[in-house]
T-cell receptor
Framework: EAGVTQFPSHSVIEKGQTVTLRCDPISGHDNLYWYRRVMGKEIKFLLHFVKESKQDESGMPNNRFLAERTGGTYSTLKVQPAELEDSGVYFC???????????FGDGTRLSIL | QKEVEQNSGPLSVPEGAIASLNCTYSDRVSQSFFWYRQYSGKSPELIMSIYSNGDKEDGRFTAQLNKASQYVSLLIRDSQPSDSATYLCAVIYGGGADGLTFGKGTHLIIQP
């Protein structure tokens, strides 16, 4: 069974540009989560989807971040326009049920210049 | 604000000894507790989950939970050099919010 996959693995863009990250959860996992780790800090929760619905987006930093999960399968996280402080590693995780162990992808390392 | 606290280390343990990793959390209604292992540049890998007070054993790993003291620990028996990594404690506080709250992690070094 394939694990959580994320694309791209690395992205380097300039301030003001737009970047879209993609996450494919484990097949059959209705719950999908986005997290971010900025340098020197702990991993922080961004938002949680149950199927195609946003269950909790309390961790989204501001309205420059837009997450979607059309059809309840893969998810995208778009940052527009990117700012320097958006640099970090963006992780996606999925679980079969809420409250159950979450399995993480390898992350997207985002660098804003 | 809900927090998870861990000693950042590094924690240095000789090969074959028991490594003891500790974590405290701030909210008494927390429901689910997890330990993840993360090698440098890699994704967090689930090691253990624990939901009720007491000990839970899986191979060389034992998780211990004490909800009254708001404390969760991970013991690694017969430590191996391959156990050298950062260990992340994570908590789900519940109440419909299933996102994990992570500690900063403890850097464990197993000395051959």
């Amino acid at each position: 069974e394939a694990g959580v996959t994320q694309f791209p693995s690395h992205s380097v863009i300039e301030k003001g540009q737009t970047v879209t990250l993609r996450c494919d959860p484990i097949s059959g996992h209705d719950n999908l989560y986005w997290y971010r780790r900025v340098m020197g800090k702990e991993i922080k929760f961004l938002l949680h989807f149950v199927k195609e619905s946003k269950q909790d987006e309390s961790g989204m930093p501001n309205n420059r971040f837009l997450a979607e999960r059309t059809g309840g399968t893969y998810s995208t996280l778009k940052v527009q326009p990117a700012e320097l402080e958006d640099s970090g590693v963006y992780f996606c995780a999925s679980s079969q049920d809420g409250g159950q162990p979450q399995h993480f992808g390898d992350g997207t390392r985002l660098s804003i210049l | 604000q809900k927090e998870v606290e861990q000693n950042s280390g590094p924690l240095s343990v000789p090969e074959g000894a028991i490594a003891s990793l500790n974590c405290t959390y701030s909210d008494r209604v927390s429901q689910s507790f997890f330990w993840y292992r993360q090698y440098s540049g890699k994704s967090p890998e689930l090691i253990m989950s624990i939901y009720s007070n007491g000990d839970k054993e899986d191979g060389r790993f034992t998780a211990q939970l004490n909800k009254a003291s708001q404390y969760v620990s991970l013991l690694i028996r017969d430590s191996q050099p391959s156990d050298s990594a950062t260990y992340l404690c994570a908590v789900i506080y519940g109440g419909g919010a299933d996102g994990l709250t992570f500690g900063k992690g403890t850097h464990l070094i197993i000395q051959p």
